[in-house]
């Protein structure tokens, strides 16, 4: 194999040069860190879980009209996506009391929120991701108002589906993180892209059933069976490669929200 160029590592994807000028290929790695990278673990296979599951969901995205910068899955750890211009934000949704929001607000997690709430993170391990505004935002020009206005929109749209996705697999979705980049094209038009990955590392996965967390927060919390969530997840989305072909297998349905009401 013919040796790549590293574009950039983070703490848990590895960016290389792309085969074409405007591409980049992203490898997950099976590390997984928590608060700011002072608690880590690496879990074998969870790199080639995180691929299938950012796949499936990026392209389901891409099907509904959300544009992303996912191309194709090249093998079990890597894709290939297109480079954007990262906008220095993370972005949170949340559906329900979980996180950092109980602790800042004095919430009981598991509470559903009157209605979804996102909020701004600036993208600074240094300063250990503050929590921003749109003031922060705009007058330290990370992003501007109509990119902010589309970052919005397409992080509703986003967190609309993804609740349906995964109610209809038995599983609560809490919150989750997302980052958005700049693609721009021969034209110079910009256009604003999903990035990154959605996993059960940047989100908030909880069993319907049994209230089980089935996302990262079993590593924060030491919950240990980080790995079997992970596969369970893949399992129920029916992208586990040993029980079922990943393509045009569907979402395992195996519960409703017993509630009846909309999560
Ligand atoms: P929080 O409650 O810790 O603020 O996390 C909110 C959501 O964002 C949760 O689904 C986990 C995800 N997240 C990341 O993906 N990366 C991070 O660095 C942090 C702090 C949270």
Redesign the pocket.
Known sequence: MTRRRRIYEGKAKVLYEGPEPGTLIAHFKDDATAFNAQKRAVFEGKGVLNNRISEYIFMRLGEIGVPTHFIKRINMREQLIRQVEIIPL?V?VRNVA????STRLGLEDGVQLPRSIIEFYYKADALN?PLVSEEHITAFGWATPQEIDEVMQLALRINDFLVGLFLGIGIRLV???VEFGRLYDEEGQMRIVLADEISP????LWDIASSEKLD?DRFRKDLGGVLEAYQEVARRLGVLTETRPPKGAGPVLVATNPTGKPN
């Open positions: 993370e949170v979980a996180g950092s929001l991701d919150d989750f993180k590392d940047c989100c908030r990262k």
